[in-house]
Nanobody, 116 residues
Framework: QVQLVESGGGVVQSGGSLRLSCAGSGRTFSSYDMGWFRQAPGKEREFVAGISWRGANTNYLDSVKGRFTISRDNAKNTMYLQMNSLKPEDTAVYYC?????????WGKGTLVTVSS
């Protein structure tokens, strides 16, 4: 089992930056594909970015391409999301997710608020 804890959220002005972290427990963290999702008030949860278990492959939601960068450090059991040029529409609770075969685990989320 993998337990995930997000951190790094906060309030930032439009155009600013934040870096989110997702710390995972367990020795098998490096075997999981990982992803960031977000849920804005009144909206469904959506995929933001994903990274393969070794970090070789990444993919992004079109609206964050060129602004957000996903990465991971398996030695530290941690995944990151560097968010630059933030916009008010990026305001949401951000969740990390770990996936392997039929298994999936979610963190509890961290709130990002971008003021205009």
């Amino acid at each position: 089992q993998v337990q995930l804890v997000e951190s790094g959220g906060g309030v930032v002005q439009s155009g600013g930056s934040l870096r989110l972290s997702c710390a995972g427990s367990g020795r098998t963290f490096s075997s999981y594909d990982m992803g960031w999702f977000r849920q804005a008030p009144g909206k469904e949860r959506e995929f933001v970015a994903g990274i393969s278990w070794r970090g070789a492959n990444t993919n992004y939601l079109d609206s964050v391409k060129g602004r957000f960068t996903i990465s991971r450090d398996n030695a530290k059991n941690t995944m990151y999301l560097q968010m630059n040029s933030l916009k008010p529409e990026d305001t949401a609770v951000y969740y990390c997710k770990a996936t392997r075969l039929s298994l999936e685990y979610w963190g509890k989320g961290t709130l990002v608020t971008v003021s205009s």
